[in-house]
């Protein structure tokens, strides 16, 4: 049977193929999403100008899509970091999920006399810490078993996701409020452990989360460490047979990717949250950061304006019951753009085309000698 396309890989992509795919998926999502509105008998238009003025239209609504962008960045970062280096780590969302457990529970063991800025470094550092350790989990097994990471990670999803649930509403820990009475909330934590706002709810974590995605891409393209990860990134072999210990460069690229996911967590409880509150922090932000990563091609730096445009998306979908369209409407955006990065990021690898006619020819003449 004759191959009607075949699939070579490409080698290195041209600039424009690089940035047309990113920027196609967000069209091609955007298109699909609008014929589905006039499906279900949705103006689109509406729908589409609701989105833009709640996510932009006002001081407020900008201000409310950088807070949504800012766990977004860092769990971007967190899902690059890994997959760059072919380490599958869908983690990020127990790992986001254990940084917070960490991050409040330093934030309420703290006395009131402590200084402000060592409290707010204290719980910061407490998540990035709670990530790490709990990638370890996962990254352990990894380099010293060969275990696949991809199940052992999305376990300790559920596990951690769990652990946070029978703290707050299963348990009488001191992550519980005790002043709570009616429905178990999580207990707030130390005023002075709180990260400032500075433009409406927008805190100083969202800088925090820029300096890392920052910090990613220098170390990453200008280190010597990032050149030998970007060595083991391309091939395993290639860095072994280079001197590079493999293993090594596997497990700090794990704790990194913990560290970033488990700062998303310390950075809600720390900022926005106040406190360990498993409904707010249960909005698989870990998942959505595998979206902004992959639509932003693995770069640290792309992450920043992708994470804005999901965030701007999750600030839009309570908007968008007011006008009867429902919120699940951005997952299914969400998806779509994954859905599409995907494909382009398969056309950016690889090149399909027809046989040549003159090479299928001197393939059949053998066979028919054969025959």
Known sequence: MKRRLIVEPRGLAPWWLKLLIPVGSVIAAMMIGAVFLAITGNDWVEVYQKMANA??????????????????????????????????????????????????????????????????????????????????????????????????????????????????????????????????????????????????????????????????WFVISKTRSGFEYRIVGDSFDTARYAGIKVPKKVMGTFLASGAAAGLAGSILVAGILGKMDPRSLDLGLGFTGIIVAALARLNPIAIIPVAILMGALNN????????????????????????????????????????????????????????
Request: aromatic share 10%.
């Open 55 to 216: 996510a932009f239209g006002s001081r407020r609504g900008f201000a409310e899509t950088l807070v949504s962008a800012t766990p977004l960045i860092l769990t971007g970062v967190a899902a690059a970091i890994a997959f760059k280096m072919l380490v599958w780590n869908i983690g990020g969302e127990g790992q986001l999920i254990f940084g917070a457990i960490l991050a409040a529970g330093v934030g309420i063991w703290l006395s009131d006399s402590t200084p402000q800025v060592i409290a707010i470094v204290a719980v910061v550092i407490a998540g990035a810490v709670g990530g790490a350790f709990w990638a370890s989990l996962a990254a352990v097994p990894r380099v010293y078993l060969g275990t696949n990471e991809i199940i052992t990670t999305l376990m300790l999803n559920f596990i951690a996701l769990n652990l946070m649930q029978y703290l707050v509403l299963g348990s009488s820990s001191p992550w519980r409020d005790p002043e709570a009475t009616q429905f178990p909330q999580g207990r707030p934590i130390l005023e002075n452990g709180r990260i400032p706002e500075f433009f409406q709810r927008l805190d100083w974590g969202f800088f925090i989360a820029i300096g890392v995605a920052v910090i990613a």
């Open 316 to 371: 839009a979908g309570p908007a968008l019951q007011s006008i009867g369209v429902p919120s699940a409407t951005v997952q299914i955006l969400q998806g779509a753009i994954l859905l599409f990065a995907v494909a382009g990021e398969f056309l950016i690898s690889n090149r399909i085309h027809r046989p040549d006619a003159a090479a299928g020819e001197a393939k059949t003449e053998p066979e028919a000698q054969a025959a």
